[in-house]
């Protein structure tokens, strides 16, 4: 109970003690006082909490958990509390699984959902059971190891549209990496993927021989843009799909990326490892077998959003289990990611 009350230039205060430890905390504690004080002084001049919530900028809620701490702590419960956890959560990550995500990003560059992918998959063949990690725990390993920068991106949604059945639709561009032309191709409803450097993309010939050399099988439909190696007047480019297309040839719409959106994705994905893994380098052989990595690694092991399967998987009807021994050799991480034992 409030035994006295005292008012000194204006203001209210429960006693003299409070006047006194009050001329060395900050301003906010000394404004939380005055509303407090108000509600607890006698009827003279006193307020009614939610006037008082007014003036601390609260709601009448929080004002009378702040007056329940003034009576209970004095004038300490009035100051703001540490929202620092009691005790550290039992659940963290591992450090040999954080070191794991770490070094997988380093040698790839992949996001978040692709290394929960692949150290998972190294994660299921340990002799003891291991909890799987989730794309937000691998986006936090990342995040606090100052691994990527978060950023806001505002992003126009369009419905996609996908073809029904394998090699009903295969899309068809080249990209470059480092002055060297790659040529890349897509099948559209499965998102399986094909890419292989090619010498010169002026020359209509060894651009149709690309093409045969990476999707040797007859096709229905083929996607490309206005380029003149697809040029509708190019014979070499006519004879090509007359031999290997069963439907017709479909040429984008001019400025409008969109339609070979996924073939555009896919190649986003290649030259992101390529330039993590090769940065300038002009060394053929080494773009080749990077190339040839992350195509086996995309088919097999990386499981596409929009479909839910794995683009092997949804083209033929199986995946080539092999891939994560594969990737993990040829970017030498067996000393941190394991391999399936011997013949299993």
């Known amino acids: ?31 939380r006082y005055r509303a407090v004080s108000r509600t607890l002084a006698p009827d003279l001049v006193r307020i ?51 070191r794991r995500v770490i070094e997988v990003r380093k040698a790839t560059g992949f996001g978040s959902e692709q290394l929960a992918a692949i150290v998972n998959e190294g994660l299921a063949l340990e002799e003891e059971s291991r909890n799987r990690i989730t794309d937000t725990t691998c986006y936090n390993i990342l995040a606090r190891n100052d691994l990527v920068e978060a950023e806001r991106r505002v992003m126009k949604r369009y419905k996609s549209f996908e073809w029904g059945h394998p090699d009903e639709l295969i899309q068809c561009d080249l990209t470059e990496f480092n002055g060297f032309p790659i040529l890349t191709m897509e099948d559209d409803h499965s998102r399986e993927g094909w890419a292989g450097r090619i010498e010169d993309a002026t020359d209509d010939m060894v651009v149709v021989e690309g093409m045969t050399r990476l999707h040797p099988h007859v096709f229905e439909n083929l996607l490309t843009d206005n380029g003149k190696q697809f040029a509708r007047m190019n014979s070499t480019m006519r004879r090509y799909c007359e031999e290997h297309m069963t439907g017709k040839h479909i040429w984008s719409t001019i ?90």
């Not at 008012?7 to 003299?16: H, K, M, P, T």
């Open 255 to 344: 400025h409008h990326p969109q339609t070979l959106g996924k073939l555009s994705a896919f190649q986003k994905g290649m030259k992101r490892f390529l330039i993590h893994r090769m940065g300038r380098s002009v060394d053929r052989d080494a773009i080749d077998e990077c190339i040839r990595v992350y195509v086996d690694w995309h088919n097999n092991g990386l499981k596409v959003r929009t479909t839910s399967c794995y683009p092997e998987e949804r083209y033929s009807g199986g995946r080539d289990p092999r891939w994560y021994e594969r990737l993990v050799k040829a970017l030498k991480l067996e000393w941190i990611l394991p391999l399936p034992a011997e013949g299993g």
């Open 48 to 98: 009614t909490r939610g006037e008082a919530a007014i003036l601390i900028d609260r709601s009448k809620r929080q004002l009378q958990r702040i007056v329940k701490r003034f009576k209970k702590e004095g004038i300490q419960g009035l100051r703001f509390r540490s929202k620092r956890p009691h005790s550290t959560p039992m659940n963290k990550t591992p450090l040999d699984i954080e």
């Open 1 to 31: 109970m409030i035994q006295t009350t005292i008012i000194a230039q204006g203001e209210v205060y429960l006693s003299e003690e409070d006047r006194q430890i009050l001329r060395n905390e900050p301003p906010y504690v000394r404004k």
